[in-house]
């Protein structure tokens, strides 16, 4: 049997150049998907009538949709058909369907997170033993940013298939209100180091200032007169019952040495 090296050295060269074009077309579509995904986005978030979450998973979706078709192109400079890729594809549908359960349950789940939306950017949840801050939802991932500022990756399956605890849901959530009974003439004096204790907190929302009032007054003997003194301020939901025991503790010890 002989060799042509003539067209052996030919058909490498081709498949050599196809190699390279192949590479620098992924590269290119690498670099063109993020490209469009930021376009996207940034196009998406000048409006403000799109919802954070919207925006995040329609770059995402734009982005694979981009490496999508520069995978497809790839395939053909290879000189493989994308209509014979198809019908490979349809014969094996059942064997691909079932390795990729998995990763096509995630997709169905992220859609439908999109569409009903139990969460939002910058919400705080509970979902699939992890709590944290919504910071982005993609085609396949929900991630959340921990109390420590540690990322958190749940795959979208899990998120969607488990019971999810909103606590930005409402706007009550997150604020500390606690009242007890003082002596009127010792009010303003536990007020003060009630608050002050309130401001070293870091826990305590630096937007909306805390405050500790008179609410009523409870018993009015000129001999013992007692009021009611209500301490109120806003922290995140999940340091609610925290910094609540902790004003509780610190007004026990007030009034014990009052």
């Known amino acids: 049997m002989t060799v042509n090296f003539d067209t052996l050295k ?25 490209a469009m995904q930021r376009f996207v986005t940034r196009v998406l978030s000048v409006t403000h009538r799109v919802d954070p979450l919207v925006t995040l998973f329609v770059g995402s979706l734009v982005r694979y949709g981009v490496l999508a078709v520069v995978g497809i192109a790839g395939l053909q400079l290879f000189g493989i058909q994308t ?6 594809l349809g014969a094996t549908s059942l064997a691909i369907g079932l390795a990729l359960q998995g990763t096509l349950s995630n997709l169905a789940a992220g859609v439908m997170l999109l569409l009903f ?12 033993g992890k709590a944290g801050k919504v910071k982005s939802l993609s085609l396949f991932m929900t991630e959340l940013v921990a109390l420590d500022n540690t990322q958190i990756l749940l795959p979208n399956g899990q998120v969607w298939g488990a019971a999810i605890v909103n606590h930005s849901a409402y706007p009550g959530a997150g604020e500390v209100k606690v009242a ?4 009127a003439g010792s009010a303003n004096a536990l007020a003060d180091r009630i ?11 630096e937007g909306a200032a805390p405050t500790v009032n008179v609410s009523k007054v409870i018993a009015a003997d000129p001999a013992a007169p007692l009021v009611e003194l209500t301490v109120s301020a806003k922290v995140k939901p999940s340091d609610a019952d925290a910094v609540k025991q902790r004003v509780l503790d610190h007004a026990s010890a007030l009034l014990a040495v009052a």
């Open 83 to 88: 209509a014979s890729l198809v019908a490979v």
């Open 195 to 205: 608050l002050e204790q309130l401001r070293e907190d870091p826990r305590i929302d």
């Open 117 to 128: 939306r139990p969460f939002h950017i910058g919400d705080d949840v509970e979902v699939a």
């Open 10 to 34: 030919a058909s490498l060269i081709l498949y050599g150049l196809n190699a390279i074009y192949a590479i620098l077309l992924l590269a290119i579509g690498w670099y063109l998907s993020g």
């Open 180 to 183: 007890f009974p003082v002596r």
